[in-house]
C-alpha cells in the first residue's frame, strides 16, 4: 500500500515511517504542517492517508480539516485521522461524509502494531476505524435510554465492535467465538435496539452510531 | 543568614561635634532600596548658596504661573460666560483643555522638585459630540480640582515668591557674617529650599485626584491586573498543555510503537528486537525528562522542598555564574513559620531565575547579586549584574512571563539597564503574611 503521512512530532513521524516500512508499506509522501497536506494528497494519490490532528502553523485542527477537504476533493481516498486525544464531534465531523474509507483513533493505538495496521488496512480496504474510546463514550451516553441495557453483555460487546467497524471474521476473532455465532448475536442485537438488518460494512456502523448518538 | 542593607539608623553626629566646626547640615539621602539613611555632610557656603537660587529659581517660576493664572481665570470666566449664553459653547472643553495643561505643568513642576511623581486622573476630552464634551468637561470633577488650584496658586505662589525677595538681602547679610565669617552653620538661606518645598507641597495637594478618581483608578488598576491574571491562568494552561501534548504524550506514543515493533520483530528478528528495545528505553528516559520539565514549570519542586530561599540557592547554584544570595527576613528552609503564599514564591523564583539567566546569556558579567528581603507586608526580589547593560524587555518574552506573573499578584517589576550596565530587575510582591 502507498501511504501518506501528517504528522509534525519528528519522533512520531520517524516511529510511523519504521513501522508501515516494517509491514511492508511504502510511505508514498510526509507532510508536516497542515497546509502540506492537500497538495501532497492530490500529487501522490496514495492508498490511504494517515493525518495528525493537530498541525502547524495553528496546532488545533488543522488535520482533521485537511482530512474532510481531502475527502470532498478525493472522495474515494480512505482516511485515517491519528490524535492524542479523542472528540466524539471530531468522530461526527469525519463520519458526516459517510463511513467509507474512515478511521479515527488514538495514537496509543498505534503501539498495538498488529490492530492498527489491521485497522490502516480495514480502512484502506473502505471500512470504518472508530476508536474504542470514541465508542465507549457513546456507549456510555446511550445507557440508561432502554434497549441498549436490555442487550445481554456479549451482545454489547458485538455492538461495541460493530460500532469500531470491525466486520463479522474479526469480531468473531476478538470474542473467540464462531462467526456463525457472531451473525446470531448481530441479529438480536439488531431486533432489541429496532433497526433494520443491515449487511457489514461501513452502512452498519453509520446505522449503529446514528442509533447511539440519539 | 546574610543580612544586607539594612535600614540600620545611622545616628548622626550633631555638627557642633565635627572636628572641624564648618557650615554643616543634615540631609536627608534616599539611599538604595529606598531605605531613608541619614547622611551627615557639611555644606560649604557655594552650596548654600546654590541650593537657594535654585529654590528662588521655582519660586519665581512659581510666580510667574501664578501671573499665568491670573490671566487664566479670566479666560476661565469667559468660557463660563459664553457657555451660559449657550452660543459660545465650544469654548468650555477647549478652556478645560488649556487648564489642564497648566495643571500638568504645574504637577511636573512639583514632581520634579518633590521628587516623586504627582498623578492626574481626567474624563476624556476628545471623544463625542460637543455636547458631550461641554458636559465632560463641566462633570469631570478633575475641572474643579484645577480650578482649585488656579485661584490658590494665584495667592501663594506670588505671596511665597515675595517672602523669598524679602529673605534674600536679609539671608546675603546674616549668613554672610554668621556662615562666612563666623563658621557657623546657615540659618536663613537654607529657608528658602524649605519656601519652594511648602510651595510644591502646596500644590501637590491641591492638584493630586480626589479620593473618589483615585479609588474608581484603583478600581480600574484592580480590573487590569486580575484580567491579566486570568489571561496568564489561560495562557500558563495552554503552555503546560502544549508541553504534555509535543513532549511527554508524544514521547509515550513513540514509546508504544517502538515496544509494538520489537514484539512483533521478537520471534524472527531477536537482534532487530533488542534494537528497538533499547531506543524503548531511552524514549521512556526522555518521556521522564519531559514531564520533569513540565512539573519544573508548574510549581518547581524544589520550592516545596527547600522553601524559596533554598530555592533560590539551589538556582544560584547551576546558573554558571558566581552568584551572592542576600535575604533578609525570610525562613530558610521549608518549614512553614516565615514562608510566604505559595504564588508568591513560585513568582519570585522564576523572577530569579529568568534574571539569572537572564544575567548569563546576554550580560556577558560573570558574578551577579540576588537579594530577597521581607518588608512592610512586601517581598522584595532584585537580580543585578555589573554585565554590559542595555536589556530590552521587548527582545524576549521570559520578563513578558515575568511581569504578567507578578501583575497578576498585584505586584510591580522595575527593569533598569542602562547602556553599560548595571542591569537591576527588581520586583515588588505583595503579600500579607
Known amino acids: ?214 | 543568614m546574610t543580612v544586607f542593607n539594612s535600614p540600620r539608623p545611622t545616628v548622626p553626629i550633631p555638627w557642633h561635634q565635627l572636628p572641624n566646626r564648618r557650615c554643616s547640615q543634615l540631609y536627608r539621602a534616599r539611599g538604595p532600596g529606598a531605605h531613608t539613611l541619614i547622611v551627615m555632610r557639611r555644606v560649604t557656603v557655594r552650596e548654600v548658596l546654590r541650593s537657594a537660587v535654585r529654590a528662588s529659581f521655582h519660586l519665581v517660576t512659581g510666580a510667574g504661573l501664578s501671573v499665568v493664572c491670573y490671566l487664566m481665570i479670566g479666560l476661565t470666566l469667559l468660557a463660563a460666560t459664553a457657555t451660559a449664553c449657550v452660543i459660545g459653547a465650544g469654548m468650555l472643553p477647549e478652556t478645560v483643555r488649556v487648564l489642564r495643561g497648566l495643571a500638568g505643568f504645574e504637577r511636573r513642576r512639583v514632581a520634579a522638585w518633590l521628587g516623586t511623581p504627582v498623578p492626574e486622573r481626567y474624563l476624556p476630552l476628545d471623544q463625542g459630540s460637543l455636547l458631550e464634551r461641554v458636559r465632560a468637561a463641566g462633570s469631570d470633577p478633575g475641572t474643579y480640582r484645577d480650578l482649585r488650584w488656579l485661584a490658590a496658586q494665584l495667592l501663594y505662589g506670588l505671596v511665597l515668591c515675595y517672602a523669598a525677595m524679602v529673605l534674600w538681602p536679609l539671608g546675603l547679610l546674616v549668613d554672610g557674617v554668621w556662615c562666612g565669617l563666623a563658621r557657623r552653620p546657615a540659618v536663613l538661606l537654607p529657608r528658602l529650599s524649605e519656601l519652594a518645598t511648602l510651595e510644591a507641597r502646596i500644590s501637590r495637594q491641591l492638584l493630586l485626584p480626589s479620593p473618589s478618581a483615585r479609588l474608581s483608578e484603583r478600581i480600574d488598576q484592580l480590573a487590569a491586573t486580575r484580567a491579566g491574571a486570568v489571561a496568564a491562568h489561560g495562557a500558563e494552561l495552554r503552555r503546560i498543555e502544549r508541553d504534555l501534548h509535543d513532549g511527554a504524550q508524544a514521547h509515550l506514543v513513540a514509546l508504544s510503537m517502538r515496544l509494538g515493533l520489537a514484539r512483533r520483530a521478537y520471534d524472527q528478528q531477536p537482534a532487530a528486537a533488542r534494537t528497538l528495545l533499547d531506543a524503548a528505553q531511552d524514549q521512556a528516559e526522555e518521556a521522564l525528562a519531559e514531564l520533569r520539565h513540565v512539573v519544573r514549570g508548574i510549581h518547581p519542586p524544589v520550592l516545596t522542598d527547600r522553601g524559596l530561599v533554598g530555592a533560590v540557592r539551589a538556582l544560584a547554584a547551576g546558573s554558571g555564574l558566581e552568584v551572592s544570595v542576600a535575604v533578609q527576613g525570610l525562613a530558610d528552609g521549608p518549614e512553614d513559620g516565615g514562608r510566604a503564599p505559595a504564588a508568591v514564591e513560585a513568582a519570585a523564583y522564576f523572577v530569579v531565575a529568568e534574571g539569572l539567566t537572564n544575567a548569563a546569556k546576554h550580560s556577558g558579567a560573570d558574578r551577579a547579586t540576588v537579594e530577597l528581603w521581607r518588608e512592610d507586608g512586601m517581598l522584595r526580589v532584585r537580580v543585578r549584574d555589573e554585565g554590559r547593560g542595555g536589556a530590552d524587555e521587548g527582545s524576549g518574552t521570559g520578563l513578558l512571563g515575568v511581569r504578567r506573573r507578578v501583575a497578576a499578584l498585584d505586584g510591580s517589576v522595575c527593569l533598569t539597564s542602562p547602556s553599560g550596565g548595571p542591569t537591576v530587575v527588581e520586583v515588588v510582591l505583595p503579600c500579607a503574611w
Open chain 1, 1 to 214: 500500500m502507498r501511504v501518506v503521512i501528517a504528522e509534525d512530532n519528528a519522533l512520531l513521524r520517524e516511529g510511523l515511517v519504521l513501522l508501515l516500512g516494517s509491514a511492508g508499506h511504502e510511505v508514498a509522501g510526509v507532510a508536516a504542517t497542515g497546509p502540506e497536506v492537500l497538495p501532497l494528497l492530490l500529487e501522490q494519490r496514495p492508498d490511504v492517508a494517515v493525518l495528525d490532528v493537530r498541525l502547524p502553523p495553528g496546532f488545533r485542527d488543522e488535520g482533521l480539516r485537511a482530512a474532510l477537504d481531502a475527502r470532498r476533493k478525493l472522495p474515494a481516498l480512505p482516511v485515517l485521522v491519528l490524535s492524542q486525544y479523542v472528540e466524539e464531534t471530531y468522530a461526527a465531523e469525519l463520519l458526516g461524509g459517510g463511513a467509507h474509507g474512515v478511521g479515527y483513533l488514538l495514537k496509543d493505538r498505534v503501539g498495538r502494531v498488529d490492530e492498527f495496521l489491521e485497522a490502516l488496512e480495514r480502512v484502506a480496504a473502505g471500512g470504518t476505524a472508530l476508536d474504542p474510546e470514541v465508542v465507549t463514550e457513546l456507549m456510555s451516553r446511550s445507557r440508561g435510554k432502554g434497549p441498549l441495557d436490555s442487550l445481554t453483555p456479549r451482545e454489547q460487546e458485538v455492538l461495541r465492535l460493530m460500532a469500531e467497524g470491525r466486520d463479522n471474521a474479526t469480531i468473531a476473532k476478538a470474542l473467540v467465538i464462531t462467526e456463525r455465532s457472531v451473525h446470531k448475536h448481530i441479529g438480536n442485537v439488531f431486533a432489541k435496539l429496532g433497526l433494520p438488518p443491515s449487511d457489514s460494512g461501513h452502512r452498519r456502523v453509520l446505522a449503529v452510531l446514528a442509533y447511539l448518538k440519539r
